[in-house]
Nanobody, 127 residues
């Protein structure tokens, strides 16, 4: 069964850090660009970051540039999202998704080209 599983979410104070993981089972991530998305209650899904299949190319939403870093370890079949300087506006359910293309598409933020999705992990930034 092809599956993506996110982990690492939780409650953190403003200014704190979290590292999310996205682990694949049933398939290898080597050939997939991976995106991170988030959705807050009552809001549309937002593309956060994307990384190419080999990790040589990354994309970030303006709202997280300089604070979040995406990376991957294909040997572990896992993609990470390091989140620093977290703000209350970062509160959302975070999802990872796999796109069969090697590179992040021009429209990566829409999420429409992603084939597999995880179930999400909650991130809450609050004092």
């Amino acid at each position: 069964q092809l599956q993506l599983v996110e982990s690492g979410g939780g409650l953190v104070q403003p200014g704190g850090s979290l590292r999310l993981s996205c682990a694949a089972s049933g398939f290898t991530l080597d050939y997939y660009a991976i995106g991170w998305f988030r959705q807050a209650p009552g809001q549309e899904r937002e593309g956060v970051s994307c990384i190419s299949s080999r990790g040589g190319s990354t994309r970030y939403a303006d709202s997280v540039k300089g604070r979040f870093t995406i990376s991957r370890d294909n040997a572990k079949n896992t993609v990470y999202l390091q989140m620093n300087s977290l703000k209350p506006d970062d509160t959302a359910v975070y999802y990872c998704a796999a796109d069969i293309n090697y590179y992040c598409s021009l429209g990566w933020t829409s999420g429409k080209e992603y084939h597999y999705w995880g179930q999400g992990t909650q991130v809450t930034v609050s004092s």
